[in-house]
């Protein structure tokens, strides 16, 4: 899903607009280093695996030399990644020379030569700790992304709220832009990227808001570097192993609170201490940074899909959770909901709202193929081609009338006028529309000024009207 | 087959065999560059260890050639799966590079003891053929996997020289991994070309390097080997200047430039034979050749 990279590569984009100083307090630590690396473009982590070992500055034309004289695109791309991110540092002699971070080189060599353990201590055996299962713990980590997006959900049905609202996941889903107070202390609504957000898949959808949640950070009284880290870091941790609170800064231990809520990790509270377990949710956090991982994303919590689409546009799914109802109705007419099955159908009427509040034809398809019952998800195609086309369709019924400003040219006086001007406007590429028999014609509105002109050097006797 | 999994590598996640020499005969009398084994083995340590830095997806495994035999040695995936489990919590877990010696030692052991039974001549060489299969079948089992599979390749670390009775063998895997689309890249560490690693890198794509200073080997391994099949669309990478084509007999597995080839089933021999030894087809010339002039008089 390339939608993934794009957020992920956003955030990236955040950690590389730190200042300096920041940048290289991250990189005191060899976790965030590594997860860094893996954030780099292919090109890039090998550039940096050869640089590794080299301890003078390298000139910027050996290492041109490494890529193919038709690669230097990709080459340069690879760069400019590197050097935003401070994992090479630009020196100016001679000629531009490249040497690695030494910070980060430290650090990268270090964790290269013991290999690595979690990076932080797991909590001893004997401490009576009773560690979920790791179904317990995905169903757990399900649970509360459902409820988050629920919270999404709610406040978009008029129906009364399906969970009590979190102020803390309202927050975030209103800095995100996903929904919006009309008046304040009324309940917000949800936006038309709300709807957008619901089809997306659930690695995409945690990135998007933890992304808002970094950006907000420095708000809230947290330091954002020290954030970033520990975001970084957390996909190194083992799930379903239990880590002691206290270890953590005070400012962190306040975030792993609003992380438990979106479900990344799990606390547990035991006679004096606290621990918290990172989920499935947190270890595909870090793994979608690489910007190869589209595979994995698909399943993120091991989610079995559940929809059955049938050609003759009923939609089955065998469900019974709310949230899926839920989006559902966003593009469905729902026809009978029996305690583990909803029972639909794709009608122009509902797909149309669908498209009004902004989903394409194509977000709701790969919502389908995406989530499509085990059985069918074997077929080719998922989505029988009648229903995804007529989907297509229906989306560019909606597109068929193009609306352009546009002015209204009538009265020439003769046709010859009339001739010249229309063969200016048609050499301009502006000609709409043309009447030959009563000398009229319509041109963009863009254009007006340049046809103004032209009309009145011929003859000035053109009349115009807007 | 080859055009679906050259769409698929738009990543650069790969899951790397890596087959080890770990020869006594080899690393034994081998004094005269000064490379020993031990650094040999910390190279390659550190060599897989950034191969899983590169990415979470990466997978490793490690296969060692033995003298009379072959094991697997050390399996990141298999790995990572258990160290999850409950079991093992009480437990620190173990460095990768301690899990790894301790499986060699436990292999060089029984390597030895196997190798007594043998004769002295046979046991000599590297076994390449097995541990290539060992490999291929491996790699099968990653791409038979319901999850999307990442690029398999093989890389292999050679030190003694080819072992002519494995011809057959070994031509039988290049040509399944080559169907597999699975490069094999050869690093020879000894000082012998390997025709049969050069004959399958340029088969199945891979890379044929022979390191000119063997003590640094890691350095070649990370500028090389470290090479995702994505990325080596886009790199200036070492080209093989010459392939040895030579194939051996299946007779007296010599290596010959020119030879018999059976017209059945393409089997190579060094003398002319009255009839083929692998299909039994008669080669007798004269009689042949009148069998064919019947039909048409």
Request: with cysteine.
């Amino acid at each position: 899903m390339p939608r993934v990279r794009v957020i992920s590569r956003n955030f990236m984009e955040m950690v590389a607009g730190l200042p300096p100083a920041k940048l290289d307090l991250l990189y005191k630590r060899h976790w965030t280093c590594q997860a860094v690396l893996r954030s780099l473009p292919p090109l890039a982590k090998l550039y940096v695996m050869r640089l590794l070992y080299v301890e003078e500055a390298v000139p910027s034309k050996s290492l041109q030399d490494w890529a193919l004289p038709d690669a230097q695109q990709k080459h340069q791309v690879a760069i400019n990644r590197m050097e935003k991110l401070r994992v090479i540092l630009v020196e100016r002699k001679k000629e531009v020379c490249y040497r690695m971070n030494p910070v980060m080189q430290k650090q990268l060599l270090q964790a290269l030569s013991i290999s690595k353990g979690p990076p932080r201590d797991v909590m001893p055996g004997n401490v009576a700790v009773r560690l979920p299962t790791p179904a317990e713990l995905d169903t757990y980590a399900m649970k509360q992304w459902e409820s988050v997006l629920l919270q999404l959900v709610s406040s978009a049905s008029s129906e009364a709220p399906i969970v009590s609202p979190n102020f803390f996941v309202i927050d975030m889903f209103k800095l995100a832009g996903l929904l919006l107070s009309l008046k304040p202390n009324s309940a917000p609504s949800i936006t038309d990227t709300g709807f957008q957000f619901l089809l997306m898949d659930t690695n995409s959808q945690l990135w998007q808001l933890v992304q808002v949640y970094v950006s907000a950070a420095e708000d809230r009284g947290t330091d954002s570097g020290e954030l970033i880290g520990f975001l970084l870091e957390l996909g190194f941790h083992t799930v379903g192993e239990a880590y002691s609170v206290g270890a953590l800064t005070t400012p962190l231990q306040k975030v792993l609170e609003e992380l438990a809520a979106l479900g990344l990790v799990q606390l547990q509270k035991g006679m004096k201490e606290q621990w918290y377990i990172p989920t499935k949710l947190a270890s595909n956090l870090s793994a979608s940074l690489s910007e190869s991982s589209d595979m994995q994303s698909s399943e993120v919590l091991g989610t079995q899909g559940c929809i059955v689409v049938e050609t003759n546009f009923r939609v089955y799914a065998y469900t019974a959770s709310k949230l899926q109802t839920e989006i559902l109705r966003r593009f469905a007419r729902l026809e009978y909901q029996l305690p583990n099955l909803v029972v639909g159908a794709l009608t122009k009427e509902s797909i149309n709202t669908a498209f009004s509040s902004g989903i394409s034809a194509e977000q709701i398809i790969t919502y389908l193929s995406k989530h499509a019952h085990p059985h069918v998800a074997k077929r080719m195609p998922v989505v029988p081609e009648t229903v995804s086309d007529q989907i297509r369709l229906w989306e560019s019924d909606r597109n068929r009338v193009e609306l352009l400003s546009a002015y209204f040219y009538d009265d020439f006086p003769s046709t010859e006028v009339y001739e010249t001007v229309l063969n200016h406007a048609r050499s301009i590429g502006g000609l709409l529309w043309e009447d030959a028999s009563n000398r009229r014609l319509v041109v963009r509105e863009e254009l007006h000024g340049d046809m103004r002109l032209f009309i009145r050097r011929q003859s000035g006797a053109a009349g115009q009207r807007g | 087959m080859s055009s679906a999994m050259s769409a698929a590598r738009s990543d650069d996640v790969s899951a790397v065999v890596i087959l080890l020499d770990v020869n006594p005969y080899f690393w034994g009398t081998k004094t005269s560059t000064g490379f020993t084994f031990e650094q040999f083995f910390q190279h390659v340590l550190v060599f897989i260890n950034c191969i899983l830095l590169l990415s979470h997806l990466n997978q490793v495994t490690v296969i060692a050639m033995g003298a009379s035999a072959c094991t697997f040695l050390y399996d990141s995936a298999a790995i990572d799966g258990t160290a999850s489990g409950r079991s093992k919590r009480d437990k620190q877990p173990e460095s990768r590079s301690t899990t790894i010696t301790q499986k060699l030692q436990e292999f060089v052991k029984k390597d030895e003891a196997a190798e007594t039974n043998l004769a002295p001549v046979e046991n000599q060489f590297s076994n390449l053929s097995g541990s290539l299969s060992m490999a291929l079948c491996y790699i099968q089992r990653i791409l038979r996997k319901p999850t999307a599979p990442p690029q398999p390749r093989i890389l292999c670390v050679q030190g003694f020289p080819d072992a002519p009775q494995q011809y057959i063998a070994v031509m039988n895997s290049i040509f399944s991994a080559q169907r597999c689309s699975v490069p094999i890249d050869a690093c020879i560490v000894g000082s012998q070309h390997s025709a049969f690693l050069q004959q399958a890198s340029h088969i199945t794509g891979g890379i044929y390097m022979k390191p000119p200073q063997p003590e640094g080997l890691f350095q070649y391994l990370m500028m090389v080997f470290a090479t995702d099949l994505y990325s080596r669309q886009f790199l200036q990478l070492p080209r093989s200047a010459g392939v040895d084509f030579r194939a051996s007999c299946f007779c007296h597995k010599r290596t010959i430039d020119m030879g018999f080839v059976c017209s059945v089933c393409l089997s190579i021999f060094c003398k002319h034979h009255k009839a083929c030894s692998t299909c039994g087809a008669n080669f007798n010339v004269k009689k042949g050749g009148q069998k064919r002039k019947q039909p048409s008089s």
